[in-house]
Nanobody, 114 residues
Framework: VQLQASGGGLVQPGGSLRLSCAASRSDFAFNLMGWYRQAPGKQRESVAFVPASGTANYADSVKGRATISRDLAKRTVDLQMNNLRPEDTAVYFC?????????WGKGTQVTVSS
């Protein structure tokens, strides 16, 4: 499975952006689709993900500011982030799980700065 992420860039504090991730075709179901991020000098962390149940999970740091949406038919997972803060600056990665295997996109840089 290959993942193609897009939508990163430079945003001013308080601004918004939408990250999109498209997955290539898979013969098996996507058990999980989500977005993660890694800031310089920090470990990769979960931002938001949707497991097979369909119930979205959000990191406390983005609750109320982020909305994740997936389209299983289109094999896409998007992340809408509003009211961005400088601490949201990171490389954002999309991830999908097929069976017991995780696939990661290459990452897209999000910089929140004035």
């Amino acid at each position: 499975v290959q993942l193609q992420a897009s939508g990163g860039g430079l945003v001013q504090p308080g601004g918004s952006l939408r990250l999109s991730c498209a997955a290539s075709r898979s013969d098996f179901a996507f058990n999980l689709m989500g977005w993660y991020r890694q800031a310089p000098g920090k470990q990769r962390e979960s931002v938001a993900f949707v497991p097979a149940s369909g119930t979205a999970n959000y990191a406390d740091s983005v609750k109320g500011r982020a909305t994740i949406s997936r389209d299983l038919a289109k094999r896409t997972v998007d992340l809408q982030m509003n009211n961005l803060r400088p601490e949201d600056t990171a490389v954002y990665f999309c991830r999908v799980r097929v069976g017991f295997t995780d696939y990661w996109g290459k990452g897209t840089q999000v910089t929140v700065s004035s």
